[in-house]
């Protein structure tokens, strides 16, 4: 016990001690935090879409005046035909064009059937799905406004919805928290990766061989400084959640704290595996970015995993970051019960097992090489 915890303070200090890795463990994790939670969105806003008005009514030009006021449409180009419509979706310039006839005014005042068009660039489905849903919000309250001034009897269906756990839909609220289980997966699969890879570089690897220590204790030695960075690291990111962010915290700190411990275990399995694999630091680094992308994209950070083909739905059950990801946007945003959580945290204790004695067989026959 005296070798191995003088090996954890000994990494431990070789870590603090260099002006490189103190500023990888504090300042990167908030920049990547601040930069994913405005950048990785999906709102749509401060859009620009093109209007053909060739109405001269009144009820144009105030559905016109609507669609203007809306805050998400930060600037309107008056198209004068639609001709112009083509180079204005082909070049980008906006993903929506809204055309009213010259017949809608008389056609609503006559008590007939109006119709507004939307040509979408269907190229940017998402932002063309989204700002079609905001035009459709905008013409069916014009419609309803209109239907009540006139007099107009009509069989009304009102919907009140009613949205749980994040009722002002506000995306960073959805983002951040799953930003706890990239970020801290980053930083403990980077400095666990670096650590052997780090001691072959500078020598003193060969030192660690010589010395009394025997494999599983050098794998112990290196496995817990990097639990423990990576503890603080998700503390970190904890923090300006609760404190910059303002996001609700309604579950359990303790469930939180626990189940970021087997993963963090289980991440720093799959680093000390590389680092072993690894003879220096850019090999190390390229081994650790290779499991990083696929593991982020099949964690359901971005994309839900309901959406994703069958087959690569089975393949997401080995990511730890699958299961992390639940339990942190579940614990922030809805409470989500133990028994929940520690449905996710089993698969975790396997993935760390595994991870920790694939690791440990590895190095043993480096070792004996």
Request: hydrophobic share 50%.
């Amino acid at each position: 016990m005296n070798r191995i915890f003088s090996l954890i303070i000994k990494e431990l200090i070789a870590v603090w001690r260099d002006k490189k890795s103190r500023f990888i463990l504090i300042f990167p994790p908030l920049w990547q935090l601040f930069i994913f939670a405005f950048a990785a969105t999906l709102d749509v806003q401060n859009v620009t879409i093109g209007i053909i008005n060739r109405d001269n009514g009144e009820q144009g030009f105030e559905l016109v005046q609507r669609i203007v006021g809306s805050p998400t449409f930060s600037h309107v180009v008056y198209l004068s035909s639609v001709e112009e419509s083509t180079p204005f979706i082909d070049n980008q310039k906006g993903p929506l064009v809204i055309s009213i006839d010259e017949e809608f005014s008389r056609k609503l005042n006559s008590r007939s059937q109006a119709t507004v068009q939307m040509i979408l660039d269907g190229r940017k489905s998402n932002t063309a799905q989204v700002v079609a849903g905001y035009i459709t919000t905008i013409v069916n309250r014009f419609a309803l406004d209109f239907t009540n001034k006139e007099n107009i009897h009509l069989e009304k269906i009102e919907l009140f919805p009613r949205n749980w756990f994040n009722p002002n839909l506000l995306y960073y609220w959805f983002t951040v928290p799953g930003l706890l289980a990239v970020l801290t997966m980053v930083e403990a699969l980077l400095i666990t990766g670096l650590s052997v890879a780090r001691e072959r570089e500078l020598g003193t690897f060969d030192q660690l061989l010589v010395s009394p220590l025997v494999p599983s204790e050098i794998l112990i030695g290196k496995t817990i400084p990097s639990i423990l960075i990576g503890l603080a690291e998700g503390t970190i990111i904890v923090l300006a959640i609760l404190f910059i962010f303002r996001i609700p915290f309604e579950g359990s700190l303790l469930l939180l704290y626990f189940s970021m411990f087997i993963y963090v275990t289980a991440i720093t399995g799959v680093g000390l595996f590389i680092s072993a694999l690894c003879s220096t630091q850019q090999q190390a680094i390229l081994g650790a970015f290779i499991f990083l992308t696929p593991s982020i994209l099949l964690s359901g950070f971005a994309t839900p995993i309901e959406n994703m083909p069958t087959w690569l739905q089975y393949a997401t059950y080995l990511n730890p970051t699958r299961y992390f990801m639940y339990i942190s946007r579940g614990i922030f945003l809805k409470a989500i019960p133990p028994e929940a959580i520690l449905q996710n945290t089993l698969p975790l204790c396997l993935i760390a097992l595994f991870n920790l004695a694939a690791a440990a067989r590895f190095f043993r026959r480096r070792f004996s090489s």
